[in-house]
């Protein structure tokens, strides 16, 4: 297909004002009947015919004000609907057509999981279900009416609210139907039907309305659903407090499918969730389930003001809805749990995802100037980077005039389809601010890096910060422009102490942010009567890399007096990577691996220190993945090598720390039952990092430990983790604690999930030959986007060596995988091959063999959009 260019973008010719579907389901047969109330655009093209997107459907009758239309007066292709010389006025257009929900293996459109009919429309799922303009600044009012036999699906649900149900005399069918009085577009359409079991709660607003709260699981599991709904209300009262924004129908729904192609949909008034993302207690969901499923309840809860409210022009500013509500729930959980270690988690995955494929052939701007297949942009560049503008638009202009900018967005757009021009033009309008350069962050890929030397000058008793930004050359972007980049930092004293920061003009920098935008500054400090350590970036306000000339030392004394606790945190990361890069090379040449004292000694520091979150420690002691050090050595990379670095670092801190990693894991037990609070599971993340390293090194009782904690544990978190540290670390029990855990949860769909996982990640050459046998065990199915996930997804992103086998098995296993899949599940098949992006940081063997894979995917006649489009750039 042609490439999508934004700088084509056109108003639709016809608008639609209001949708009436009549829905009767049937498995394999299911009548849509739509009345759409359609007028021409004033702002698209005089005498323009309506234009309607299909995809895969079956048409099987139309009408024009009642009246069947003649053959000759309309044509139908694969991919359209067109009516040739339509009235130019408003008009009603009446489309039958036919669909089977049970053959959609594609989970786009009307489908059917474990029975219960769903429906997925964003992007373009909407066109798979009746002919429509698929295209998001289309809004209309839409009234549904479903029907279904009442045995097969005795709960109905639609979005808005429901206005009558009721039974079909002298039939077994009965039904129901749905108005949304909020003008939205198709992209937000949903609707269920099957035999599901509901927890409901209330709701009353700001403002005193009250709203029923349902959330709808498989029969059998509502005893789960309850930490869900608990999040739901947190995160409708938070959004009321933090953004003014209240929820605005009588009812709210949630419903949990297995088979779901990403984590959840925010389908106006009726989110559709992945069950992954719902289903939650102590025994079966580890702590991160749990502070996945908090993060991602809020963030389809919030996209109602941030996506449907306020919906995208198109789908380039996919960022406008997704970006903002990325941010959106990391506040909300940073102000749920702690604050700094949410930071360092986001910071942790925005690197290892976002900063990875920023630097490969992927990379793409916040907002695209072109695409071909859309379902490959939702992406952490467009999810996590774009957050990261909204923080740095949050940082520059401070929390009111940030908020001054929200309001002003709500009040100006509401009911719109709104573009990244309209967002930032609320925010400069709000608080007076040029925000025109500002914008680059949206249009130019690739990770900016600062480059900054700090120098002290003791007879003038200041101190000189030299700064240089670049920004690298990216696919289509060989050149760029210098960013704005708000570079928060502090001058930390001798005695750990924050030292005022005055610069030679006598102005101060407010909240301790210098505006970083031209290629080169040089800031002055004046009044610095010692030598100071600079915190640089503090926070990580801002999303560059950053190189500048702290020593070890300096590192060290951050770890121990930062008062900014994502620095303390970096400066340990930082002193780990120097190390890593090193050993790394240490390993391929044959050459002693340097000691890693000062390292040992900052996380010792962080271990004995009270005062400290355990949650922080354990991200202290985490050292960077296997990941993270191939993206900062970035060319030629062995993973053997890295692999051997790492583990080599992590047995030196196992024995070095082998009686304090022992003495937290004895003092952190836990006191009590089970609880997934975020204290609590800070301790149990201190222990089980503890546990790891100890049984990494073979020390402190490591796998005798792990095996007491698997067998005694009460709860997913601590039996997975001691789990895992026995399968990588205790090959002698790894058999029998498999099995056992197999018995245990054989019956559990998502707990079997992370079984199949934890297998596919044993970093052994074995591995391989136990994910493909694994994917004839009777519970795989390439049908369940889940399974498919946790076990070859796993493997491909989740272990790098035995992924990177130096005779290509892996990723000849991958490439055999998506051609596989790519008929049935496009989508998820395009998601598996992004595991091939950094194919050419590697070392000369491995990308050859990588590069043949992918040639032979590309080879490949009948390839998806989606697939052909990844394979396409991805060799580029
Ligand atoms: N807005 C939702 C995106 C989504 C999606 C996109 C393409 C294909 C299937 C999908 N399911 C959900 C989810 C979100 O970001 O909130
Ligand atoms: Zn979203």
Redo the contacts with the bound molecule.
């Keep these: 297909p042609k490439p999508i260019r934004l700088v084509d973008y056109r108003p639709p010719d016809w608008l639609v004002d209001t949708v009436d579907l009549d829905i009767g389901l049937h498995p394999t047969a299911t009548v849509i009947r739509a009345r759409l109330g359609m007028r021409p655009n004033p702002a698209g093209r005089e005498g323009a015919p309506i234009v309607l997107d299909g995809d895969e459907l079956v048409l099987k009758s139309l009408a024009l004000d009642g009246e069947t239309l003649a053959g000759n007066a309309y044509s139908v292709t694969p991919s359209s609907l067109t009516l040739l010389a339509p009235p130019q006025r408003a008009l009603t257009l009446e489309i039958e057509t036919l669909l089977d929900p049970s053959a959609n293996t594609k989970l ?1 459109g009307l489908y059917r999981s474990s029975g219960t009919y769903c429906t ?1 429309c ?2 373009e799922g909407f066109r798979r279900i009746t002919y429509f303009p698929d295209r998001p600044d289309v809004l209309a009012v839409y009234t549904t009416r479903i029907e279904a036999e009442r045995e097969e699906a005795p709960v109905l649900l639609g979005n808005g609210n429901k206005v009558e149900e009721g039974e079909l005399p002298g039939t077994t069918r009965h039904f129901a139907v749905w108005h949304d009085p909020w003008p939205k577009p198709c992209y937000l359409f949903a609707l269920v039907g099957g035999r599901l079991d509901r927890v409901g709660d209330r709701f009353v607003t700001a403002t005193g309305r009250d709203v029923e709260l349902g959330i709808y699981v498989e029969p059998g599991k509502a005893a789960r659903a309850g930490y869900a709904m608990d999040a739901l209300k947190r995160s409708m009262r938070w959004d009321e407090e933090a953004f003014g924004c209240e929820y605005d129908l009588d009812v709210f729904n949630i419903v949990a499918v297995a088979d ?7 389908n106006k008034g009726l989110n559709i969730f992945n069950d992954k993302y719902v289903l939650a207690s102590p025994e079966t969901a580890t702590d991160n389930d749990y502070a996945s499923i908090e993060g991602i309840i809020a ?2 809860y919030f ?1 109602n003001w941030t996506g449907n409210r306020i919906t995208c022009r198109d789908w380039f500013q996919l960022c406008l809805k ?1 970006g903002l ?1 990325v941010f959106r729930d990391q506040e909300f959980s940073a102000d749920q749990r702690s604050r700094p270690v949410k930071r360092i988690i986001d910071v942790r995955l925005l690197k290892a995802y976002q900063f990875t494929e920023d630097a490969g052939p992927l990379a793409h701007p916040v907002r695209p100037a072109t695409y071909r297949e859309i ?1 490959n942009f ?1 992406t952490a560049t467009v ?1 996590e980077k774009g957050a990261e503008v909204v923080r740095m638009l949050k940082t520059l202009l401070g929390s009111e005039g940030f908020r001054n900018g929200m309001d002003l967005y709500f009040e100006r757009h509401d009911g719109q389809a709104a573009t990244i021009e309209d967002f930032l033009a609320c925010f400069a309008d709000a608080t007076g601010t040029d925000l025109a350069q500002f914008a680059l962050w949206y249009a130019q890929s690739g990770t900016p890096q600062l480059a900054i030397t700090g120098e002290w000058n003791p007879a003038e008793r200041s101190y000189r910060l030299d700064v240089e930004q670049s920004v690298p050359p990216t696919p289509g972007q060989p050149d760029k422009q210098p960013m704005v980049i708000p570079l928060a930092l502090g001058l930390v004293g001798p005695s750990g102490e924050d030292l005022p920061l005055t610069l030679a003009d006598g102005t101060s920098p407010a909240g301790g942010v210098l505006t970083v935008d031209a290629p080169r500054h040089s800031f002055v400090f004046r009044d610095v009567a010692e030598r100071p350590v600079p915190s640089l970036n503090r926070g990580f306000a801002a999303p560059v890399r950053l190189a500048s000339n702290l020593s070890s030392d300096d590192l060290v004394f951050l770890a121990r007096h930062d008062r900014d606790p994502f620095n303390r945190f970096e400066a340990v990361q930082t002193l780990a990577l120097g190390y890593l890069i090193e050993a790394t090379q240490a390993v391929r040449s044959g050459r002693n691996l340097p000691e890693p004292a000062a390292l040992i000694a900052a996380m010792g520091a962080s271990l004995a220190d009270p005062a400290l979150d355990p949650a922080f420690v354990g991200q202290v002691l985490t050292v960077p993945s296997e990941s993270d050090i191939a993206r900062e050595i970035g060319r030629d990379v062995d993973p053997d090598a890295v692999y051997a670095a790492r583990a080599t670092l992590r047995r030196a801190v196992g024995t070095a720390l082998a009686e304090p990693l022992a003495g937290a894991f004895e003092r952190f037990a836990a006191p009590g039952p089970y609880s997934p609070d975020a204290a609590s599971a800070g301790r149990r993340t201190l222990r089980n990092t503890c546990l790891s390293l100890l049984a990494e090194a073979g020390a402190g009782e490591g796998v005798a430990r792990a095996l007491g904690l698997y067998r005694a544990a009460d709860n997913m978190t601590d039996r997975l983790q001691s789990l895992m540290t026995l399968c990588h670390h205790a090959p002698g029990q790894r058999a029998e604690v498999l099995a056992d855990f197999y018995e245990r949860f054989r019956d559990d769909p998502l707990v079997l999930d992370k079984w199949f996982g934890i297998q596919s990640q044993i970093p052994e050459p074995g591995t391989l030959d136990r994910v493909r046998e694994l994917t004839g065990h009777p519970a795989f199915s390439l049908r369940n986007p889940n399974r498919v996930r946790a076990l070859i997804g796993s493997f491909a992103t989740g272990n790098p060596t035995q992924f990177n086998r130096a005779d290509g098995a892996g990723y000849d296993f991958l490439a055999d995988t998506v051609l596989g899949l790519d008929g049935s599940n496009p ?1 998820l098949a395009a998601r598996l091959l992004g595991a091939l992006k950094s194919w050419r940081v590697l070392e000369e063997g491995r990308r050859g063999k990588a590069e043949a894979a992918l040639r032979r995917i590309a080879g490949t006649a009948g390839l998806s959009p989606d697939v052909s489009d990844i394979v396409t750039r991805s060799l580029a």
Excluded: D, K, R, S
């Excluded at 779901?260 to 925010?266: S, T």
């Design positions: 786009m997925q964003e992007a779901f192609n990403m984590g959840a949909m925010e963030h389809e996209h997704e509500t379902n939702y999810y989508q």
